[in-house]
């Protein structure tokens, strides 16, 4: 039974991935805002009942996984030595993004439909308020600040600043098209911020 449920999830696993990447392609080609859902069903061969059972929204599919990243960032945030500053553990830690189950190609396409899109850039600073909840209670352990009901102003600038930061270094990187990398991008935004 247990290796039936394995079995099972892998197959999820690789629809899911199946679904992500014939839509991205889709959406490099087409454009997010002209690509329909059925388009992307019909390219993959299922029904659109079966989509939704893998994907909410098409939205999802650019920007859906965030959430997962944001808790990727969370764990490297808690893995890192107690003494360090956060400053230096968020920027520590949001570098995991770049060891995430990200390919770089894919990372750009999404960095290039986000920063085009409103509706997918708004979907994408809601799921960056969702990781302040995440981190801003690991930042305030970190300063000596019991998390509370209210955030520690100081913490959550922290970790406002950092994550600013990092979607000023994607908006940059899309426009540079995948010149330089990410975290170079990202280590000059903050540098500005902190002096």
């Known amino acids: 039974m247990g290796r039936e449920g394995t079995l099972r999830e892998r197959n999820r696993q690789n629809a899911y991935a199946e679904i992500g990447d014939t839509a991205m392609r889709l959406f490099m080609k087409q454009g997010f805002e ?51 500053g956060p400053w230096e553990a968020m920027t520590a830690a949001l570098a995991a993004l770049t060891d995430a189950p990200h390919k770089p190609r894919r990372a750009l396409e999404t960095a290039l439909l986000t920063t085009a899109n409103p509706a997918l850039r708004a979907r994408h600073l809601e799921k960056h308020l969702r990781w302040q909840e995440l981190l801003v209670p690991e930042i305030e352990r970190r300063m000596g600040v019991e998390p509370g009901p209210v955030p520690d102003p100081r913490a959550h600038a922290i970790v406002g600043a950092c994550l600013a930061c990092l979607d000023t270094a994607m908006e940059i990187w899309a426009k540079r098209d995948g010149e330089g990398t990410l975290e170079e991008i990202y280590l000059e935004a903050l540098t500005a911020i902190r002096t």
């Open 34 to 84: 002209q690509t329909t859902i059925e388009q992307i069903a019909a390219a993959v061969g299922i029904s659109t009942r079966t989509f939704f059972r893998y994907f909410a929204t098409k939205e999802d599919i650019v920007v859906g996984d965030l959430m997962a990243l944001g808790e990727v960032v969370q764990a490297a945030l808690r893995a890192r030595p107690v003494e360090e």
